[in-house]
Nanobody, 123 residues
Framework: QVQLVESGGGSVQAGGSLRLSCRNS????????MGWFRQAPGKEREFVAA????????FYSDSVEDRFTVSRDNAKITMYLQMNNLKPEDTAVYYC????????????????WGQGTQVTVAS
């Protein structure tokens, strides 16, 4: 059973930075594609970034490319999202996603989700 636990959310001023973490457990982390999604109040969940099993390939939504960086440390079974130059429109609950198949920017129907972590960016 894949269990994902996010951490690192919080409140920052516009232009600030945060780093989110997503720690996996009870599964072969290196056999999972990983991604980040977010959901703002009143909006649908949207794709943010994804990373391949080895970390050699990454993929970003247009809205975060050049500001966010996704990475993973397979030895620590953890994925990260470094978020720089944050904007008020980045305010959302951020969710970690894990899947055995790459379907990003869509989430695979059988993928796993964390509980989410709140990111709030004040103007």
């Amino acid at each position: 059973q894949v269990q994902l636990v996010e951490s690192g959310g919080g409140s920052v001023q516009a232009g600030g930075s945060l780093r989110l973490s997503c720690r996996n457990s009870d599964y072969a982390f290196t056999r999972l594609f990983m991604g980040w999604f977010r959901q703002a109040p009143g909006k649908e969940r949207e794709f943010v970034a994804a990373i391949s099993m080895t970390g050699g390939s990454t993929f970003y939504s247009d809205s975060v490319e050049d500001r966010f960086t996704v990475s993973r440390d397979n030895a620590k079974i953890t994925m990260y999202l470094q978020m720089n130059n944050l904007k008020p429109e980045d305010t959302a609950v951020y969710y970690c996603n894990a899947a055995t198949k790459w379907t990003y920017p869509q989430a695979h129907a059988d993928s796993y989700w964390g509980q989410g972590t709140q990111v709030t960016v004040a103007s």
